[in-house]
């Protein structure tokens, strides 16, 4: 039988797990394993990228998390008096599409009910959530091997009971590992005993925490990054050896030479895991008045009615031919709800006097689009292509970016919580990396290296927006950090560290314009988190917007509805200005009303004056107006698109 890791951790155990998941799947596939599990600590957000990645390799993969098990309530803050530890470990798979929605479902509780200083959850929600579910005891964090560490076998006989009594037959598997740590060999002893008295399986993991055994030093670095101690500080967490790697089968046996049905569990164990993502789109319904009974006859009534104000009645022949295409490629597809939630919200915003842009990107070349004031551009004058946008012989989601005022963008994110409900509508992660000069500024720092000397350093690695390059890249490139790092050994170390950690993700953050709305709870669909709403919402003090686990890539491949709602502070200086201007002169000037062929506005182009000049005011943009001598709209379409290059 082979060996499966079971307990594994990606670089999203931020800060504590050091392997990139296009590298795992690689390593685990050179090994010849033919599953995985990857159990991050008391998150999901590598589930989808996993997926994929294994799925590509034909690699089985098993979703899970290692979570964070109060030994109260997940809701208390206080330890319980008796208890080993403030929390413990477990380790929950998925076995099928019940198990991964509860995996989903725990995990959100963990952050959005539980979470003091670790995303705890606690046995009452483990009993909710127990089907679909495979539970492997852990480490020596583990609650049952907590018991066995303090010498209390009946604590920890009657901890397995409980754990196997709720997750059923083959549900809960006895954990052992082996890297070298004294409490191992007694945790070990107990487990196998207890296995044997309650006819529970148990399996050997190797709690894998980076890819080989000389990854050791990097994760090292990352653990004295998180902890922000230096890293020869005595006192600081800290892993044992250099064992915590992701093994091969025979190093595996190696370890359990006495116990190898420990390792076959593990094959007996990945063989009960088989989910696959739905291909399918998870909507949110729209709120229809009266009198509609579906979305498209809404979405008809209002984009006709819309096109009349634009066009005149009746609409001229080339606008109701467009209109009525562009209405049967919608409604064909199912995406009239989606265009619907669109024009509910920008029309809330400018009930509202949010300013809002006049169209960005492929969606100012819908008619549609146009009639419901969700764009403010003409297709039809600008001879601007609908299927670009959508594309029916490709449907695909359709995806429109909004502008909004700087200021007032979070009282539209407000309204779309009051509008689809506060727990069906959330922001999205994403995830900062070690970028190179910064990585190599952490290790510094962490190597007790002087501030001054790590900017020296850093300031000749090339980072910027048109020219950036990797550390190894800049090490070949620059001769100037060449030289510098190969005659002093502690420089030697840092880069080389430095460039063994460069990419990985180091902390997590709030997506600056994506929000994801679900046709219910949130977290009935995708793993959610919890984030601070400042600058993201008008909520109350202290309140936390839900935002997803997942990336925005992630959220479209699972189906989810994701709107794009950026800040543009050109908006919010125009605004400003047309209200100044209205105070001073008793001039109402109307953006959407400007002529297009004002000889004064090339006039001022033609000179370099650029500046506040939404995407014209960069040195190489006034530079092309100034040489082109331009004199047209048409010479600024062309222009932007050569400094913007997209898919034609």
């Known amino acids: 039988?082979?060996?499966?890791?079971?307990?594994?951790?990606?670089?999203?155990?931020?800060?504590?797990?050091?392997?990139?998941?296009?590298?795992?799947?690689?390593?685990?596939?050179?090994?010849?394993?033919?599953?995985?599990?990857?159990?991050?600590?008391?998150?999901?957000?590598?589930?989808?990228?996993?997926?994929?990645?294994?799925?590509?390799?034909?690699?089985?993969?098993?979703?899970?998390?290692?979570?964070?098990?109060?030994?109260?309530?997940?809701?208390?803050?206080?330890?319980?008096?008796?208890?080993?530890?403030?929390?413990?470990?477990?380790?929950?798979?998925?076995?099928?599409?019940?198990?991964?929605?509860?995996?989903?479902?725990?995990?959100?509780?963990?952050?959005?009910?539980?979470?003091?200083?670790?995303?705890?959850?606690?046995?009452?929600?483990?009993?909710?959530?127990?089907?679909?579910?495979?539970?492997?005891?852990?480490?020596?964090?583990?609650?049952?091997?907590?018991?066995?560490?303090?010498?209390?076998?009946?604590?920890?006989?009657?901890?397995?009971?409980?754990?196997?009594?709720?997750?059923?037959?083959?549900?809960?598997?006895?954990?052992?590992?082996?890297?070298?740590?004294?409490?191992?060999?007694?945790?070990?002893?107990?487990?196998?005993?207890?296995?044997?008295?309650?006819?529970?399986?148990?399996?050997?993991?190797?709690?894998?925490?980076?890819?080989?055994?000389?990854?050791?030093?990097?994760?090292?670095?990352?653990?004295?990054?998180?902890?922000?101690?230096?890293?020869?500080?005595?006192?600081?967490?800290?892993?044992?050896?250099?064992?915590?790697?992701?093994?091969?089968?025979?190093?595996?046996?190696?370890?359990?030479?006495?116990?190898?049905?420990?390792?076959?569990?593990?094959?007996?164990?990945?063989?009960?895991?088989?989910?696959?993502?739905?291909?399918?789109?998870?909507?949110?319904?729209?709120?229809?008045?009266?009198?509609?009974?579906?979305?498209e006859a809404l979405l008809d009534d209002l984009a006709r009615a819309g096109a009349e104000r634009r066009y005149g009645s009746p609409l001229p022949p080339e606008a109701r031919e467009r209109l009525a295409y562009e209405l049967r490629v919608i409604n064909t597809a199912g995406y009239a709800g989606y265009f619907l939630i669109v024009q509910d919200f920008i029309a809330a915003a400018r009930a509202r006097g949010i300013p809002v842009g006049p169209g960005r990107g492929s969606a100012a070349g819908s008619i549609v689009a146009y009639a419901l004031g969700i764009t403010n551009v003409?297709?039809?004058?600008?001879?601007?292509?609908?299927?670009?946008?959508?594309?029916?012989?490709?449907?695909?989601?359709?995806?429109?970016?909004?502008?909004?005022?700087?200021?007032?963008?979070?009282?539209?994110?407000?309204?779309?919580?009051?509008?689809?409900?506060?727990?069906?509508?959330?922001?999205?992660?994403?995830?900062?990396?070690?970028?190179?000069?910064?990585?190599?500024?952490?290790?510094?720092?962490?190597?007790?290296?002087?501030?001054g000397e790590a900017d020296r350093i850093t300031k000749l690695i090339p980072s910027g927006p048109a020219y950036s390059l990797t550390i190894p890249e800049a090490e070949r490139k620059v001769d100037e950090l060449r030289d510098l790092v190969k005659g002093n050994p502690a420089y030697r170390r840092l880069i080389d560290l430095s460039s063994r950690i460069e990419g990985i993700s180091r902390h997590m953050s709030v997506h600056a314009a994506g929000v994801v709305i679900a046709p219910g709870p949130l977290a009935d669909y995708v793993p959610v988190c919890t984030a601070p709403t400042k600058g993201a919402g008008a909520a109350a003090d202290g309140e936390e917007s839900i935002i997803t686990q997942y990336e925005m890539g992630a959220l479209e491949k699972v189906g989810m509805l994701k709107m794009d709602m950026l800040g543009l502070k050109t908006l919010t200086v125009i605004h400003d200005a047309v209200l100044m201007i209205a105070a001073r002169t008793a001039v109402d000037v109307d953006m959407d009303a400007l002529a297009f062929d004002d000889p004064k506005v090339y006039e001022l182009l033609r000179q370099g004056r650029t500046a506040g000049v939404f995407q014209f005011e960069s040195a190489l943009a006034t530079d092309t107006l100034r040489s082109m001598r331009c004199d047209r709209f048409d010479d600024l379409v062309a222009s932007n698109a050569l400094l913007r290059p997209g898919p034609l």
Request: charged content about 25%; proline content about 4%; overall charge neutral.
């Open 378 to 451: 003409c297709p039809l004058r600008f001879d601007l292509l609908f299927e670009r946008f959508l594309n029916p012989e490709r449907v695909s989601m359709p995806d429109i970016d909004v502008d909004f005022c700087f200021e007032r963008r979070g009282e539209v994110i407000e309204y779309v919580r009051q509008r689809y409900g506060r727990a069906s509508v959330g922001q999205i992660v994403t995830f900062g990396t070690m970028k190179a000069r910064a990585a190599v500024k952490d290790v510094a720092r962490v190597l007790r290296i002087p501030p």
């Open 1 to 295: 039988m082979a060996f499966v890791h079971l307990h594994t951790h990606s670089e999203y155990s931020l800060l504590d797990g050091a392997s990139r998941i296009p590298d795992l799947v690689a390593h685990v596939k050179r090994l010849g394993m033919d599953s995985l599990a990857v159990t991050d600590h008391g998150n999901m957000h590598a589930a989808w990228s996993f997926y994929d990645a294994a799925k590509a390799a034909k690699i089985r993969p098993i979703l899970g998390f290692e979570a964070y098990l109060a030994f109260g309530s997940r809701r208390a803050r206080e330890k319980v008096s008796g208890a080993p530890a403030a929390y413990s470990h477990l380790v929950l798979l998925a076995r099928n599409h019940a198990g991964y929605k509860n995996l989903v479902r725990l995990t959100s509780i963990g952050f959005t009910e539980g979470f003091y200083r670790r995303p705890r959850i606690d046995r009452e929600c483990l009993e909710r959530h127990s089907e679909g579910l495979v539970c492997l005891a852990a480490c020596l964090s583990g609650e049952v091997a907590l018991h066995l560490r303090h010498g209390k076998y009946d604590e920890a006989k009657r901890s397995a009971e409980w754990f196997a009594r709720v997750f059923g037959p083959n549900g809960f598997w006895l954990e052992v590992q082996r890297h070298g740590i004294a409490d191992e060999r007694l945790v070990a002893e107990g487990m196998l005993r207890l296995g044997q008295e309650l006819g529970v399986g148990v399996v050997a993991t190797n709690d894998a925490h980076y890819l080989r055994r000389e990854d050791a030093e990097a994760h090292d670095v990352l653990l004295a990054i998180g902890t922000g101690s230096d890293l020869d500080d005595p006192k600081r967490f800290r892993f044992t050896g250099e064992e915590s790697y992701v093994k091969s089968e025979q190093e595996m046996r190696a370890l359990f030479p006495d116990h190898p049905e420990t390792l076959a569990n593990t094959q007996t164990v990945a063989d009960l895991c088989e989910f696959d993502f739905e291909k399918r789109y998870f909507l949110p319904g729209f709120p229809r008045p009266q009198g509609y009974a579906t979305d």
